[in-house]
Nanobody, 126 residues
Framework: QVQVVESGGGLVQPGGSLRLSCVASGLALNYYAVAWFRQAPGKERERISCISKKSSGLTDYADSVKGRFTISRDNAKNTVYLQMNSLKPEDTAAYYC??????????????????WGQGTQVTVSS
């Protein structure tokens, strides 16, 4: 009954921008930390960004995307966004959002993620 769905991926030229959306049903995202992950063939899954529950307002980013990506919330829409600017070919990957009651941005809590989206593909052409 709980669903997390990503959208907004697509094909974009290097230097371009995309805005990914993570929309939840069956739970209110403002109560939970929400992370964006990505995984490309031949590469390990990496967390690229995380936003803490609304009451704390903390965010963090992987070094690979700092200064280019921004995570944000729109609680009225029960949505978490990932604004991606200055995209590079190495950003090509499937992007996933993830959350859960016991998931937190700090610490090794990835195994506690309960809800994953299906993924949205981002392809940055060269």
């Amino acid at each position: 009954q709980v669903q997390v769905v990503e959208s907004g991926g697509g094909l974009v030229q290097p230097g371009g921008s995309l805005r990914l959306s993570c929309v939840a049903s069956g739970l209110a995202l403002n109560y939970y930390a929400v992370a964006w992950f990505r995984q490309a063939p031949g590469k390990e899954r990496e967390r690229i960004s995380c936003i803490s529950k609304k009451s704390s307002g903390l965010t963090d980013y992987a070094d690979s995307v700092k200064g280019r990506f921004t995570i944000s919330r729109d609680n009225a829409k029960n949505t978490v966004y990932l604004q991606m600017n200055s995209l590079k070919p190495e950003d090509t990957a499937a992007y996933y959002c993830a959350t859960g009651p016991q998931y937190y941005c700090s610490g090794n809590t990835t195994p506690r993620i309960e809800y994953w989206g299906q993924g949205t593909q981002v392809t940055v052409s060269s």
